[in-house]
């Protein structure tokens, strides 16, 4: 995608380039080194750009979701480590918002 609209970024002097990628590097999740890595490199593409494409007044983000409660995550992570992680402080006004439940995001811990 990038390959193809960077001509025309360049050629009116600005651009908007937004990547997503995981926060899952943070973590410690076995069995998904290959995801990681791939995340990463994300991150390090996004990284390279932003540095090229500045000069072009073109901007480039990564954003990293949290990790989202699914079935698939609930499978994964015992719920004794969501409950720990979602006591991380800061994370107490997002749980008092009630934005911290199994319908929403859980915010990762830095």
Not at 53 to 78: E, S
Request: aromatic letters at 4%; charged letters at 10%; a positive charge.
């Amino acid at each position: 995608m990038v390959k193809a609209l960077l001509p025309t970024m360049k050629e009116s002097g600005w651009g908007r380039i937004v990547n997503l990628t995981s926060n899952s590097i943070v973590t410690n999740a076995p069995g998904l080194s290959h995801y990681m890595a791939s995340k990463m490199g994300n991150i390090g593409f996004s990284r390279g750009l932003a540095n090229d494409l500045a000069p072009f007044g073109i901007t480039v983000n990564a954003v990293g979701p949290t990790l989202t409660i699914t079935p698939g995550v609930l499978n994964a992570h015992p719920q004794e480590a969501l409950t720990a992680a979602a006591t991380v402080p800061g994370h107490q006004a997002q749980r008092a918002a009630g934005r911290l439940d199994r319908h929403h995001c859980l915010p990762h811990q830095r």
